[in-house]
Each structure stands twice: as C-alpha cells, then as structure tokens.
C-alpha cells in the first residue's frame, strides 16, 4: 500500500519486486514481493540480518544482477527530473536507457572501497570515466571536475589525490573517493550498501556526516543499506525491515524505534546490547537461525522462531502488509484483519 | 622503481654466469674429451691416429690443461666476441650457429606471436562466455594442445600432410632456396614456411595461457569493482575489456618470461623432427661429438636468451602493474 | 555482487558435514568432478597394465624376427560362423617373386583358435611369482607366428607386448621423478617459506636460475653424458633424478607459497603462543592447511615429467634398448617415409596423450576439491 500522504511523489517505488536464483539443487527466492518507496530529499533506511535481501534488491533496482539470478515480478518505477516514469524492470539490462540512469540518475556506493576500485586504474580514471560517460565534459573538464568531486568529500589535496591509487589511501579516504564518484554526476538518489561497515567508528562517523551534509546540499535521497540499527536511528527518516526477502515492516523511523510492531522487529530492537540493561543477564537473541533457502517454511517466513507465533494461522498462509499506524505498515497476521488476534 | 630494475640486472647477470659454468661443466661430464670422440669416429671410418698425433691435438686445442683454466680461457674468449672455434666444423661457432641462431629466434618469436593472438581473445572470450558451446570446445582443443607433446603433434602433422596431402612439411625452406643468399623471395619463402611450425610450437603454449587467462579472468570479474564499473554506466564491453582484462593480464604477462625458453627448448626436439635448419639438431650434434666450444657457446646463447626474456617479462610487468611501481606487494 | 549467504543446510545433512573429515569432503567435491572422475578411472585402468604387463603381453617383446618386419595389425575374427570362437589367421611364408625372398603374409584359409587366458612364454609377476600365464594365446601354433594385434616394429616385435611393456615403465617412471620433486620441493620449500630471510633469499635465486636454463638442452646434456657402459636399470634411475632436477622448482614454489600465507595466520600465532614447538606447529597445525593444494600440485606435475621421458627417449637420450617404453617406442616412427607405409609405428602415441589428459583432469578435479573457497 503506498503512503501518499506528502504532497510529494516518490523519487522510487519498488512493487512487489521478485529476484530468484535458479541453481541446480534449487531455486533461491532472494527477494519475494518487496515493496517501499524513496522520496526526495529523505532518506530510506533497509535494515536486516545477513541473507534477508537486502543488497539483492539494491541490485535489481540497478539491474546489475546476474545469472543464475533474474527479476521474475515487480516493478520498479524512477520518477525522472522532467515528471516522466521509467519502470526499470522493463528495461534491457545492458541497453542504453539503464546506462543512462545508472550513475546519473542513481549512484552506488558499495561496502568494501578497497575491492570496489581496480588495482591497477588510478582514482581519477575512475572518476573521470564516469564524468565523461554522463556529461558532454572533455577530459581537460572531467579532470577539473573531478577534483571538486574529491574536494566536495573532503579529500585534502585532491589535486594529489586524483592520480592515486586505491592502495595508496586509508579506508575512509577511499570511502569518501567511492562516494564521490557515485555523487560525481550529480544524482537523485544515492544508494549506499552497508557503507560504512568495513571502517573504524570514528571514520564510520565521519563518513555518515559526511552524507547527511551531501543530502542537505544537494537535496538527494539515500537509500541506505545496513544490519546497523544505530546507523539507522541516527540517518533514516523511513525504514524497511526485511526477513528473508521479504518487507515485514515499514514506517517512519520513531515509529519503528519506539513502537515496534513485528514480532521480529521487536526482537532486533530488544537484542541490542544496552548500556543500562542488568549486568549479569544472558543478553536476549533471537532463537533459532535463518531457514535454509532451499528449505523455507510455509506460511509467514518467520514464524519458527516467532514468540508470537499462531499454529494453524501461521504456518498456512503468508501474511500481507497491513496498516498498523500512521504510515506505519507490518506483515503479520497479529494485525491482520479477519483473523482472530 | 629503479632499485627493482637494477635488482632484477644484477640478478640476470648472476643468472649467466650460473648458466656459463653449467653449461661447461655439461659438457665436460661425459667422460673424455673431444679427442677421444675424434678418435673414435677416425677409427670408426678406418683411420687410426697415433698417440703423439692425439697429444699434439690436445695441445692445440687447449685440452690438455686444467679444468679451471679451460673455463677462464674459454670465459676469456666469449667476452672478447670470440667464441671459438667449433672443432668438428673447423670454422668460427659464430660462423655456424649464426643463420641457424637468426632462425631458432625468428621460429620462436613466430611461434610466440601465434600463442598471443589466439590465447588472449579465446581466454577472454571463454571466460566471458562460461560453459557456452564454444567454450566447451575451445577447453576440449586447449587439452588437446596441453596433451600432445609438440614433436609427437608435429609427428602427427607431418604423417598426415604426407599420406593426405602428399606435402612434405618439414623443413624451413623449399629446395630452391635452402642454400641461396638471402633475398626479398627467400624471404617469403620462409613467411610461407613458418606457420607449421610455428603453429606445432605455439600450440601447447597456446592451450596453457588460455587456461591462465580463462582462470584468472574468471577470478575477477566476480569483484566488485567490475560491479562497481558496470554501476556507473559503463557498457558491457567496456566494462570486461578496460577492467577485468586490465588485472587479469598481471599474470599472464609475468608467464611472458618462461614463454620463450619454453619455446626455445620445444623448438629443439620439434626442429628435429620437422627438419628445421635451427640449433636444435646442431646442439644435439655438437653434445654428441663433445664438441666444446661449439655445444658450450650454444647452451649458453639460449640461456641468455632465456634471461632476456624474462628480463622483458619483469619490465613489463613492472611497467603494467602500479603497485610493483609504487613498491606495494 | 550480491550473493545469497546459505547459512544452513537441512538438520541431517548439516550434521554430516559437521563431522566430515577433511578428507571426506574433498572427497565429496571431487566426485562432483565427472572429468576428474573419468580421468581416475582411465589412470587406475593403466595401473592395472602396469602390474599385469606380463600377462597383458602375449610374446616376448624384445623377441626380434627379421622377417616378421612391419607387419599391419591382424584383427580378431570373434564370430567363427555364428558361433562366438574367437580365431586369427597364421602367417604363410612365400617367396617373393620379384626379390626371391621369403615374405610372411597372412593365411586366410587357416584359422587359428585364439584362447582367453592361456599358457605362453614364461616370466616372473611382480618380479618373484613365476607363471606363464597370459591374457591371449592361441592353440596349436605359436603366438610370434600368429598373433599381430597392433603390429610389428622394423625388427619384427610385436608392437602390442611392446606397448604394455612401455606403459609399465613410462608410467611408474613418472611416479619416481615426481616422488623426487616433491620430496626436494617440500623440503626446500618449506625451509624457505617457513623460514624466510637469508636462507629463502637464497633458495629463491637458485630456483630462479634453474628455472631460466632451457630445460631440454640441458637435459640433453646431461642425458649425453651418461657413460654408454651403463645398465638399463641404471640408466633408468638416472633419467629420473635428471627430470626431476628441475621439476621441483615448480613444487617448491606451491610449497613456499603456502607456508608464507601460512605463517602469517592468526591460528599459527596462536599456536605459538601456547607453547608449541616449531615441530608440532609445522606438522599438525600448518601442513594439513596445504597438502591437499600439494597433492593437487604434484598430479598435476606428473603428465610433464611423463612428457619428459618420452622426448628424451625419442631423440635418443634417455632410455635404451633394451629398455623400452613409449619414448622408445616411437623412435621407429621418425622416418617419415616408413611411417607412411607403417602408421601403427605411431600407436604409443595414444597412451600418451591419454595418460596426459587422464592426470590433468584428475589434478584439476584435486585441486578444485581441495580449495575451500570455490
């Protein structure tokens, strides 16, 4: 259900989008039916364990995946500048029209700068290759440009910096690098897979400034990826909660804090360590582990470690997001009208 | 940057010199010296030759003095230019090896060229296309060329250009041109010659970099920065060919090196079978006849060409490779 | 590139792996391998030759007759008028009208019954058992006259005894060069890797410097030397440490590889720390992280070495008669002109390339199962 509240349409909206992996021993529903949306100028928190979905669904928006995975429902649908609507799943992966967004309209920043830079290309290369790829600018203005790109992260020296290599810098130069060539042409929306999980807290701090600052300045939208429940509370206005593929809640980030209404939210809330919890208490997890993909469960996707679970009603039919409070949304049949609570 | 350069100079140098005394010493191993073997063949063909005769013999060839000092004369000699004298042939070694050692270079140079422009694109071609038709049939003929040892490929080769085709394969030169003086036309008579043997050389070389590229290329492009790439906008195409390939070709550069001593050795045996006027057989004939100076000077011009290569091959990856220049390892 | 993280398996199965031994699960990815498997099944099928070469032959191989020379390969007639007797036709001797020699050519009137298992020319299994028991006889006639399954050579062998001969010696000669190199490869690899420094320093440039010397001349070289007075035995053993001389540099390599990632492990450090010695830190804490890598390695290595033997032996430098193997064999077929009339001269061929293929895809299976990243 789309929250059309604002005045404001959504920059992105993902319908009931569907990526599987067809494997010899078995089909792999990485994504099964997710839906939200991004709007301008906000910033979309998607929070989950590892194997939820999370960066595959980052990557179908960009259709960046590939065999033996492919989109098999779902739109995703990008409000262009001039009002026009573009489904993305409509579009040939490598054609031009999804070049053309991929880093113009849409940038990408991935988890580990290290490996997302080639050993053996200077930074500026990389930037400027994207520059030139999106803009009529000639090598003589990319390069130029670029420089600001590096400046406008805070890179001191960018002049130096440029002809480096990746190898050359620390984990939060490069960071700040792969931000700024995701940022270099100027895009939309910015999305940002567990960005800041492969550096130091401090520079993890550094790094999230450093976005929020580029988000006011440029009124862009984050889509940011993480399994960090305090990099969320801290950058997100909206949050997705993912469970194996699947959204199981969604709404503003109060909300999702302070009045959880998934079973499986309020234990990734209540499993995070608190500095004034009793001392010399087992810390609470959640029970079980993530089902095998091959061997899913009938039925809502986590009711075997579910303290709420429902035999009968659980295990028989998978449940639909359903309002739960002002623009706050949970998959559970808890909340589900016609069945009883 | 330059420390590595001199590095890898000074270790080239070492590398000659160990390859110098390894090849005297070889040829002196099997017991006796040239005299002997003289004697030998004299005898052989119903001449004797006398005791005194022998002595005198060895005087003038300098046999008959220290292992030592043999080795310092004959070290003496080379860095002077003068490389001896092949006892057998009586003529300069430069005089005999010098056509045959233009042409072993010309042979593996063709040989190595032919490797290149098949095991690069079909590396590629093959990794990019994984498990597709082509790619099962490109690894069956590169197992194949990694199977079949390259005389017994030019065996084969020479079998079936006879009794198929009634050609005689072998050989570098038609009969016209094979003791004229060069000229344009001997020039092209040797173009037309040179592919099978270089195609038999090449081939087993050929089939193991296409497995190198394949391998390596396979490893990258599952990293992210392929990703990365293809995220900003890139086209497919681009994407593979400027970064991907870029990596994977490290690697496959730094094989560079051992390519031509791999082609030098196989072009020995192969020579031998196809005929070819190259140093393979003429080595076999000078080691056979304890010929020093002339098997000794050839041993050791194929090892520097060995060390040259692979000279080349370190330059060259230095030069690819940023993080050798940068002095990361 | 986003890739879905199985954190389970079903219970049961989940179980089974737990447990598996590191050699079961090795064993489990390489039976995926169907070439590798392929490969294991043609190697063991040549072993087998190897242990049985006496009873797979049926003459004498070194058996010469100068008259029997270069002969087609005779067929097996197996259907003897419906009836499944298997026969071959004797040879007949008769004057050549042109040269007034005596030619042998084969008898098409005469059939020869041809026995499974039966009683032949004597030898010693496995070197002490005597028997003269053989795989393929032939009942009132003797099996030089009658039998040509592959052919004879220009001294009238018989190509096919020659052949299972050939397969013994090339095959375990094979074994014994690589069994060298790695013994020479772990031992100077290790030292180096493990100990780094000076002594790596070192051992690298020698391996730098064998690895630059064109291996054939060299081999030629030291294959020209050995005194012509030496025993085939001996000379056998002699080829072998002469390829194996530059084959463990390869090995080494691997091995020196492995123990530098190694040493640098957070499990070696911990190791140490809880007061192993360098002994029991080398033996049970880091080579079992990398022999599977080493056993992939030296399969792997073998086929070259295997490539080795045969070109010395057919430019004339490593075996000799009477030694005889597949490099001997095809010493025959370097005259192109006698090729041409005799093609079966180039049979040893075959083996070669199969035995090649057969260890590289079974090396490649190894060493796809022994990595625990794929």
Request: overall charge neutral; charged content about 15%; aromatic content about 10%.
């Given at each position: 259900?789309?929250?059309t509240?604002m ?23 990485a994504?099964?039916?997710a ?10 928190g ?20 590939e ?30 029209e ?33 520059i030139?790829?999106?803009s009529?600018?000639?090598k003589?203005e ?30 939060g130069?490069r ?12 895009p ?21 400034d450093?976005m ?37 809640e969604?709404?503003?980030?109060d ?5 959880p ?12 360590p ?36 429902m ?8 449940p ?11 998959s ?10 | ?17 160990s ?7 070889i ?25 005194g ?5 060895r005087?003038?060839?300098g ?24 006892m ?21 140079l ?8 098949l095991?690069l694109p079909?590396g590629?071609?093959s ?22 040892p ?16 009634g ?71 681009r ?21 031509l ?10 020579s ?11 080595l076999?004939k000078a080691l ?25 091959s ?8 940023p993080r050798?220049?940068?002095g990361r390892? | ?23 079961q ?10 070439l ?50 298997p ?13 007034f ?9 005469t ?15 496995l ?34 005894s ?12 094979g ?6 190199s790695?013994?020479l ?39 020209a030397?050995l ?15 002469i390829?194996?001389?530059v ?38 804490h880091m ?18 070495m ?43 061929s ?8 057969a260890f ?15």
């Amino acid at each position: 259900m789309r929250a059309t509240t604002m005045e404001t349409l959504p920059l992105l909206s993902v319908d009931n989008l569907k990526t599987y992996f067809f494997q010899d021993e078995g089909t792999v529903k990485a994504v099964d039916g997710a839906g939200f949306d991004v709007f301008p100028g906000k910033t979309l928190g998607i929070v989950g364990e590892s194997g939820c979905g999370k960066s595959v669904t980052t990557m179908s928006i960009l259709r960046l995946i590939e065999k033996p995975g492919r989109i098999v429902a779902g739109r995703v649908v990008l409000r262009l500048a001039n009002g026009k609507e573009v489904d993305l799943t409509s579009l040939h992966p490598d054609g031009e029209e999804i070049r053309s967004i991929r880093g113009a309209e849409i940038g990408l920043v991935f988890q580990e700068p290290m490996t997302s830079f080639s050993p053996v290309h200077t930074i500026g290369d990389q930037l400027t290759e994207a520059i030139r790829l999106h803009s009529k600018a000639n090598k003589r203005e990319a390069h130029a440009l670029g420089i600001e790109a590096l400046r406008n992260v805070g890179i001191p020296n960018p002049e130096r910096r440029i002809d480096q290599y990746s190898f050359q810098m620390s984990g939060g130069l490069r960071q700040r690098a792969m931000i700024a060539v995701a940022l270099s042409c100027n895009p939309r929306l910015l999305i940002a897979d567990e960005p800041t999980t492969a550096l130091d807290v401090t520079t993890q701090a550094q790094i999230l400034d450093l976005m929020r600052d580029l988000q006011n300045k440029k009124g862009m939208a984050i889509m940011l990826i993480t399994h960090n429940l305090g990099v969320i509370a801290e950058m997100a206005d909206d949050v997705v909660v993912m469970y194996l593929g699947r959204v199981v809640e969604k709404g503003p980030v109060d909300a999702i804090f302070h009045n959880p209404k998934h079973p499986y939210t309020r234990a990734l809330l209540d499993s995070i360590p608190n500095i004034n919890a009793q001392t010399r208490v087992k810390l609470p997890t959640i029970t079980g582990s993530i089902p095998h993909p091959y061997a899913r469960p009938r039925g809502c996707p986590f009711y075997p470690r579910c303290p709420r679970f429902m035999p009968g009603t659980c295990d028989k039919e998978e449940p639909v997001l359903t309002s739960v409070g002002d623009r706050q949304e949970a998959s559970c049949f808890l909340y589900q009208e016609g069945r009883d609570r | 940057m330059v420390a590595y350069i001199i590095r890898r100079l000074l270790y080239a140098v070492l590398t000659i010199w160990s390859i110098s005394v390894l090849a005297f010493v070889i040829i002196h191993l099997p017991s006796g010296d040239y005299v002997t073997s003289y004697i030998a063949s004299m005898s052989a063909s119903g001449s004797a030759v006398s005791e005194g005769e022998a002595q005198a013999l060895r005087e003038q060839l300098g046999l008959d003095q220290s292992i030592y000092v043999q080795y310092f004369k004959w070290i003496g000699l080379i860095l002077q230019g003068n490389f001896g004298m092949a006892m057998e042939w009586g003529r300069p070694v430069l005089d005999v090896i010098g056509d045959r050692l233009a042409l072993t270079i010309v042979i593996s140079l063709a040989a190595i060229v032919f490797t290149w422009a098949l095991a690069l694109p079909i590396g590629i071609f093959s990794a990019v296309h994984r498990y597709s038709l082509l790619d099962y049939i490109f690894t069956f003929v590169g197992f194949i060329g990694l199977a079949v040892p390259g005389f017994m490929l030019a065996l084969l080769v020479m079998y079936f250009g006879y009794s198929w085709f009634g050609l005689n394969v072998g050989g570098l030169f038609s009969p016209e041109f094979a003791e004229a003086p060069w000229s344009i036309a001997k020039v092209w008579d040797l173009i037309t010659h040179l592919p099978v043997p270089a195609f038999v050389l090449g081939i087993s070389g050929t089939a193991q970099m296409i497995r190198i590229m394949r391998s390596n290329l396979l490893d990258e492009l599952r990293k992210p920065y392929v990703v990365s790439s293809r995220a900003r906008g890139l086209a497919e195409n681009r994407v593979i060919m400027k970064y991907p390939v870029r990596v994977a070709m490290n690697p496959f550069v730094s094989t560079i090196g051992y390519l031509l001593p791999y082609v030098v050795s196989g072009s020995i045996i192969v020579s031998l079978v196809l005929s070819l006027p190259t140093i393979g057989p003429l080595l076999l004939k000078a080691l056979i006849a304890q010929d020093m100076f002339l098997a000794g000077s050839i041993v050791l011009l194929l090892g520097v060409m060995t060390v040259i290569g692979t000279f080349i091959s370190d330059l060259l990856l230095m030069w690819i490779d940023p993080r050798i220049r940068l002095g990361r390892h | 590139m986003a890739e879905i993280e199985r954190e389970t398996e079903t219970p049961a199965a989940e179980e089974k792996i737990a447990v598996a031994t590191q050699w079961q699960l090795m064993w489990w990815r390489f039976r995926k391998h169907r070439l590798a498997m392929i490969g294991t099944v043609l190697l063991l099928f040549f072993y087998v030759i190897v242990i049985g070469a006496d009873f797979l032959a049926y003459v004498d191989p070194n058996e010469s007759e100068a008259q029997r020379s270069l002969m087609a390969p005779q067929p097996i007639h197996w259907m003897d008028q419906g009836r499944f007797a298997p026969y071959v036709h004797p040879l007949k001797g008769i004057r050549d009208p042109k040269t007034f020699k005596r030619v042998y050519k084969p008898d098409l009137e005469t059939k020869v019954p041809l026995k499974i298992i039966g009683h032949g020319y004597r030898y010693k299994f496995l070197g002490f058992i005597p028997s003269d028991l053989h795989l393929l006889s032939v009942e009132g006639a003797k099996p030089e006259e009658t039998l040509f399954l592959l052919g004879t050579d220009l001294q009238g062998r018989d190509l096919w005894s020659r052949l299972m001969y050939g397969t013994q010696t090339s095959m375990t000669i094979g074994l014994v060069s690589v069994a060298l190199s790695l013994f020479l490869g772990i031992l100077l690899g290790g030292v180096s890797g493990f100990y780094g420094g000076g002594i790596d320093t070192v051992i690298q440039r020698i391996i730098e410097i064998l690895r630059s010397i064109p291996t054939i001349p060299l081999w030629m070289g030291l294959a020209a030397a050995l005194p012509g007075s030496w025993s085939v035995t001996q000379v056998y053993f002699a080829i072998t440490i002469i390829i194996s001389l530059v084959g463990w540099t390869e090995l080494a390599r691997v091995v020196r590889g492995r123990f530098i990632s190694l040493r640098q492990e957070d499990f070696v450090m911990a190791a140490e720390l809880l007061g192993c010695s360098q002994g029991r830190i080398i033996f049970r804490h880091m080579v079992p992280s990398f022999i599977s890598h080493i056993i992939a390695a030296t399969t792997l290595a073998i086929p070259a070495m295997i490539i080795s033997e045969t070109s010395l032996s057919f430019l004339g430098l490593g075996l000799r008669p009477p030694a005889i193997s597949w490099g001997v064999l095809l010493q025959d077929a370097q005259n192109i002109q006698a090729l041409a009339i005799s093609p079966w001269l180039l049979i040893s061929s075959v083996p070669v390339i199969i035995a090649v293929l057969a260890f590289n895809f079974m090396g490649d299976g190894l060493r796809d199962a022994a990595d625990p990243y794929l």
